[in-house]
């Protein structure tokens, strides 16, 4: 058993390898939180030693934030591309929309990492998290209407970045295993928070 795996190991290649630690911890954190996932658990679900896993991360911490860093970007790609393709601010609005909820609809674990608070009490992490919420309200703020001073249109971007993770967060509440597919599912979160959005932002005006 101890040589099969032993085998199993040696034919990763180096970024293989990583790779599959990424992923492992990826469920592990998204399953448990961070505080109670360990380098040990990683290790074992990944069928390694720990010695192994520290040749690749030198800590938990370096590995969650490498993992929150990734998501970011994947996530920020996604939001802007579709905006880009959008013909009209109210398609853009739920186009970037259905692009978040895509990515929360098919890549649950990601977010459930994400939306994690077991680790609030910890600066650098939270601080890890803002970042995610700050590229999204980036790419948000040049589609607010032009008219409002720059503190208002960031104070908006912000605003539409909460609603969208606070119906995430309801959404992974509630889904069931019988939901429809991930286009459905993400296009009908981005119709429902798209109208309400778009009625509160065609509202706005300079104060």
Do not use: C
């Not at 409002?148 to 539409?160: P, Q």
């Amino acid at each position: 058993m101890a040589a099969n795996l032993e085998v199993a190991v040696r034919r990763l290649t180096a970024e293989q390898r990583r790779q599959q630690l990424v992923a492992v911890a990826l469920e592990l954190f998204a399953q448990r939180g961070y505080r109670s996932t360990t380098m040990d658990d990683i290790a074992e679900a990944a069928g390694v030693t720990k010695p192994l896993v520290y040749q690749h991360f030198s800590s938990k911490r370096a590995l969650y934030l490498e993992l929150v860093n990734s998501i970011a970007q994947e996530l920020l790609v996604a939001v802007r591309s579709a905006v880009m393709q959008a013909e009209g601010p109210r398609q853009q609005v739920e186009m970037g929309f259905a692009a978040y909820f895509r990515l929360v609809v098919s890549r649950e674990a990601e977010f459930r990492l994400l939306y994690g608070r077991d680790h609030a009490d910890d600066k650098e992490l939270g601080r890890a998290l803002r970042t995610v919420e700050d590229a999204i309200a980036q790419a948000i703020e040049p589609l607010i209407a032009a008219g409002l001073d720059d503190d208002h249109r960031r104070l908006l971007a912000y605003a539409v970045v909460g609603m969208a993770e606070g119906a995430s967060r309801r959404f992974m509440e509630q889904r069931t295993a019988d939901g429809g597919s991930v286009e459905e599912e993400a296009h009908r979160l981005a119709r429902r928070v798209a109208n309400l959005a778009w009625a509160g932002l065609r509202s706005v005006h300079a104060d």
